[in-house]
């Protein structure tokens, strides 16, 4: 019961929900956006309870006008398990809200009008949120499987450009065959915004990512990854090859060919304690 109500206290809603509820008003749609407040709040808890489940630390549940946002203290250093179940937990909850709406109509307790509203939004949403664009579902899903074979701060880059891509087809169609529609150009402008302040932010959640691998708490390690580099790398660019969901063990050649063999925690340590940021591998493997 505890742990229920402290996932309510950790919602908050979007000045942009309540823009788009006060054009409800305006339009009188009120009661379509009453149901869409239901399916939102639905969809963010399938996240915020999913990752309740694996003790992530939760900060905050925010509800936008067409989905909404988990925000955690992660930071891409949990179990790609984890990572994809938290992620698909939210578009999963509409599978149960369609039958449960089915159940609901064929016992007369919801009209045939407010089913078929019902079920269309919660169509919308779910697909809508399944889109490959940052910071939906479906860019966080994009974003994974980028980080299944690339570097963490490549892999971020790689995400946000597809996302970018993708927007852009989004926004071409939208003009096309919506150019009038205020609710969509609302949606829009806040995708443009999110995807720009993430961009703007790509060093800042690397260094979170780096951070919590030195700092966080320890996670099972999914795999252990081997990097090959060179003595005359810098530590900087040793540090940009990190990937998520494994730990790495880094070779390091010489020139002369010999191998040093230095843990990931040992380099975390030179780089965020002695502040080496610059040093090459050799001058590390001379102090170590």
């Known amino acids: 019961m505890n742990s229920a ?46 990752a309740q489940c694996f003790s992530w630390r939760i900060r905050r549940i925010m509800l936008l006008p067409f989905g909404g946002v988990a925000e955690v203290d992660e930071h891409g250093n949990r179990p790609f398990r984890e990572e994809f179940i938290v992620t698909i937990s939210g578009p999963l909850q509409h599978l149960w809200m369609f039958g449960a709406a089915f159940l609901l109509m064929k016992i007369n307790v919801l009209s045939l009008e407010t089913y078929e509203q019902f079920m269309f939004q919660c169509t919308v949403i779910l697909l809508f949120n399944l889109l490959p664009i940052w910071p939906l579902d479906g860019g966080k899903l994009l974003f994974l499987i980028c980080s299944r074979s690339l570097p963490f701060l490549e892999a971020h880059k790689l995400a946000l450009r597809l996302s970018t891509f993708f927007l852009a087809v989004g926004i071409i169609y939208a003009v096309i065959m ?28 690397y260094m979170r990512f780096l951070l919590e691998r030195y700092h966080g708490k320890e996670h099972p390690i999914g795999a252990l990854k081997t990097l090959s580099v060179s003595t005359s790398e810098t ?37 965020f304690v002695e502040k080496r940021t610059n040093s090459q591998l050799d001058e590390l493997v001379t102090v170590y």
């Open 235 to 271: 530590l900087h660019q040793v540090l940009q090859k990190f990937q998520r969901g494994c730990k790495h063990m880094i070779i390091a050649t010489s020139q002369t060919g010999e191998h040093v063999q230095i843990d990931e925690n040992e380099l975390l340590h030179a780089y």
């Open 178 to 205: 919506y150019p009038f529609q205020l609710h969509l150009w609302i949606v829009i402008s806040f995708l443009i915004i999110s995807g720009y302040l993430e961009w703007k932010s790509r060093q800042f959640v």
């Open 5 to 50: 109500f402290s996932l309510l206290m950790k919602i908050h809603i979007h000045p942009l929900f309540w823009g788009v509820f006060v054009i409800g008003i305006l339009t009188a749609t009120v009661k379509q956006l009453f149901l869409l407040f239901i399916i939102v709040i639905i969809h963010e808890l399938g996240h915020a309870i999913a």
